[in-house]
């Protein structure tokens, strides 16, 4: 596939506002995508030139981007600058500045591909010469609508709106007849976290190659997640008389991979995060003798000898890419390991969460720095209720309980693992994580950073769109303000984004990628926002809302809060101790 002709089809992407189209455009570009192409192009859909946790980056700044352009255009970079400074994308300064020296060329996708992968792994002395060269070539060979979407993949800003369900929508629309058989399709997704793979197993070998592919040690799988319940017995009655219950510990997710004396870790949102915690690494080497093995975890300050957990905010300082070796030493992490998903070369996902413990507890070694949790079974409120307690006094958030006989479920939010978290009768009892979906200028002095406040919105799984629950002004600081209009001015678009369902227009559209958690009073329902709104039911929305923390880097938009949470919290704030 050329690349010019893809780029039609990524114009046409950015254009549309409705999700529905967003399906048939990408179902008519996939039809003429041959199998050798399809990891590439589902890639580069998504901005990059490899999945999501490979921390494989393009590393080319704005100013940089503008250097490449201006030589492929033969003006200065400050004229780029200052062009950028106008239009507010260097996609759209691109495009006009390839007006006046544009050539049709017919390279192709795979090329494209290659040199962008080229770019993202040099390095060493004269890369940024070269990054620049690179880029300026393909720039000068490019018309107008290719140049716009080339130049978006190294800024990180594609703004087309596509998510990962809207792709594997698409490939089903495509391949299997409808969008609706997509469900092996999600679920080969939640064990590999690779829509590449998916996409070039299903054109090679079809749906049931796709069936096949299974948990493998250096590639991610989804994290399993939670649901919110109030008390022991409620659980203990929806777990069917027995649970599993562990404390709840409050850092970061690790997902450990150790394959041999390599030992690779991801985030809960699925990024690489190894060079982060070398004392984890050490630890994994230390006190794990398996082969191969995926180990879920939290990591988190902890002081063994006194017990003492660290709070949250200690532990966040350690989520930084420089000063790490030092950070390591003044600051040291645990890792809590509360579940095992693959031994030697085996996935365990579908053993049940009982036997899973028992391969826990014989393959960590020690508590050094790994600290098994296997947790304990018991059929007894009371019990579940001391271990609440007892976990509140050491300074945990609550617990964890979970169903005994349960498989692991890559990327499930169900009964299977609920939270119970400690919260007073009458408010809210945690903090919901809002998508930023624009903003509405204000009057008076913070209309100078361009937001008096900003629409937000939750998850809709069931629909893949973002919906809206409030407008939020309180809570944040002139700082935060700048931030936001910086961030969000580089993928702010003219139209609704197609995944946005809303009946407020705010003045500024963004694609929804900043994810904010918000604390609010109370869940009320209103007619204005679009959370669960139907025909005859109003939408949810949040009363009193303020900013608590930007959560950017460790959640992407569709792991917000989902409108089927907000359903459960809006139930559960009514009940009382
Ligand atoms: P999310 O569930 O969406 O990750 P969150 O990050 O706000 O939301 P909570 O919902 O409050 O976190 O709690 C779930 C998280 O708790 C897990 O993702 C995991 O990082 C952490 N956690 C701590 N202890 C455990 C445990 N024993 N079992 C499972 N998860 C645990």
Known sequence: MTFGNFAKYLQQLEETSSRLSLINILGRLFAEVESSDICQVVYLIQGRVAPFYEAIEIGMSEKLVAQAIAKAYGVSREEVLKKYSEMGDLGKVTEVLSHQSSTISNQTVGDIFDTLLEIAKTSGAGTVEKKVNLLAGLLQEMDPISAKHLVRIPMGSSRLGVGDPTILDAFAECKLGHRKERKELEEAYNRTSDLGIIGETLWNKGLEGVKKLDVEVGRP???????????AKTILEKMGGRAHIQYKYDGFRVQIHKSGDTVRLFSRNLEETTLMMPEIIEGVLKQVKAKTIILDSEA??????????????????????????EMSKTLPLKAFVFDVMYLNGKSLVDLPLDERMKVLVSEVNGDETLIPEPGEFTDSAEKIQQMFDDAITKGLEGLIVKKPDSRYEAGARNFNW???KRHSAGELKDTIDCVILGYIFGKGKRSGFGAGSLLVGVYDEKKDMFVTVSKIGTGLTDIEWKEIHERSDKISVDHKPARVDSLITPTVWIQPEIVIEVLADEITKSPTHTAGKTDSEPGYALRFPRLVRFRGEDKRAEDCTTVAELKEMYKLQYKKD
Do not use: G, H, I, M
């Not at 989804?222 to 649901?227: A, C, G, K, P």
């Not at 000898?305 to 300082?317: G, Y």
């Open 418 to 420: 609920v939270k119970l």
């Open 221 to 231: 799988l989804r994290s399993e997640l939670t649901e919110r319940l109030p008390d």
């Open 300 to 325: 988190l300050a902890y002081n063994k000898t006194s017990e003492e957990f660290l709070p949250f905010q200690e532990t966040t300082k350690r989520r930084r890419k420089y000063q790490v070796e």
